[in-house]
Nanobody, 126 residues
């Protein structure tokens, strides 16, 4: 069983930056793939960025060049660095994780994940 706890959300002006953290319990986190998703009011949950257990990354087109996903297995933590934030980035951001069958596989869909955090609100003002 893995528990995920997100932190780092908040209110920021357009053009600003935030770093989200997702702390995971469990001693085998290095074998898990992770993803950051977001959900705005009235919209479906969508992938923002994903990282394989081996460190390969994938980004949604809307955040490429602005967001960076990374992981620190020693700290059992996945990060999402968000720069040049826009009002359309406003949403609840969720961290997700699942055991990975291979170190290079990235999982882009919500239903592929076993574990979810509680979410953290990110609000970008114009």
């Amino acid at each position: 069983q893995v528990q995920l706890v997100e932190s780092g959300g908040g209110l920021v002006q357009a053009g600003g930056s935030l770093r989200l953290s997702c702390a995971a319990s469990g001693r085998t986190f290095s074998t898990y793939a992770s993803g950051w998703f977001r959900q705005a009011p009235g919209k479906e949950r969508e992938l923002v960025a994903a990282i394989s257990s081996g460190g390969s990354t994938y980004y949604a087109d809307s955040v490429k060049g602005r967001f960076t996903i990374s992981r620190d297995n020693a700290k059992n933590t996945v990060y999402l660095q968000m720069n040049s934030l826009k009002p359309e980035d406003t949403a609840v951001y969720y961290c997700a994780a699942r055991s990975a069958s291979h170190s290079v596989i990235i999982y882009p869909r919500p239903h592929e994940y076993e574990y979810w955090g509680q979410g953290t609100q990110v609000t970008v003002s114009s």
